[in-house]
């Protein structure tokens, strides 16, 4: 039963365009969605969340966007850069809970 | 140091040894996670210490998992009988607070492989 997913296991975008990706969810309970990236041989790292009382989040060329109606989120990078490839995870969180649970990942590639 | 620091990075085992997987947290960091990622897979946690007190087991998928962290500061994961679906990437990780995502910060990881 997986609760949070990722049904694009890769993207490639060029540089300069807009990169997004996507996520699912199916427990209404999650009260925070996270987004982590990832490079090779690295521990996964935060990015940008967003509340789930809220519908969009930014934090400079990182924008997500949450649709609780759809079990929803997107995460939007512009412009993007050669340095944002690497594989991005989505997770979610229920406030109290000692657990993110995570999708499988979207390995993004910026193509220069 | 700066950071999760986790070893051994790389372990070969062969079916049916015993593996012990060492994190050291950030200085200070009240709670600190395990969790295992397989390949292809997002990471799956396994569990919860809040100082030296296992606060949550639930993911740790049988009982030759089991991990520790007496003093509350480093921690071992140890795996007995290791089996080949046992083969993943361990990570761990630490916190100053609870568990809300943007504060947890990860290690690089302990790449398991049994053969």
């Known amino acids: 039963d997986q609760q949070v997913k990722q049904n694009s296991p890769s993207l490639s975008v060029q540089e300069g365009r807009i990169s997004i990706l996507n996520c699912d969810y199916t427990?209404?309970?999650?009260?925070?969605f996270l987004w982590y990236k990832k490079y090779p041989a690295e521990g996964p790292t935060f990015l940008i969340s967003?509340?789930?009382?809220?519908d969009k989040n930014e934090d400079g060329r990182f924008t997500v966007f949450l649709n609780k109606s759809a079990k929803h989120l997107s995460l939007h990078i512009v412009p993007s850069q050669p340095g944002d490839s690497a594989v991005y995870f989505c997770?979610?969180?229920?406030?109290?809970?000692?657990?993110?649970?995570f999708g499988k990942g979207t390995k993004l590639s910026v193509i220069p | 140091g700066a950071g999760v620091s986790q070893s051994p990075r790389y372990k070969v085992a062969k079916r049916g040894q015993d593996v012990a997987l060492r994190c050291d947290p950030i200085?200070?960091?009240?709670?600190l996670f395990w969790y295992q990622q397989a390949l292809g897979q997002g990471p799956e946690f396994l569990t919860y210490?809040?100082?030296?007190?296992?606060?949550?087991k639930s993911g740790l998928p049988s009982d030759r998992f089991f991990a520790e962290r007496p003093e509350g500061s480093v921690s071992t994961l140890k795996i007995q009988r290791t089996q080949q679906e046992d083969s993943a990437v361990y990570l761990c990780?630490?916190?100053?607070?609870?568990?809300?995502?943007?504060?947890?910060?990860f290690g690089e990881g302990s790449w398991l492989t049994v053969v």
């Open positions: 990780a630490s916190s100053f607070g609870g568990a809300g995502g943007n504060t947890i910060y």
């Open positions: 427990n209404s309970m999650f009260d925070y």
């Open positions: 967003i509340s789930s009382i809220k």
């Open positions: 997770a979610g969180w229920r406030a109290g809970s000692y657990q993110l649970t």
């Open positions: 200085s200070g960091h009240v709670s």
């Open positions: 210490f809040q100082n030296e007190a296992q606060l949550d």
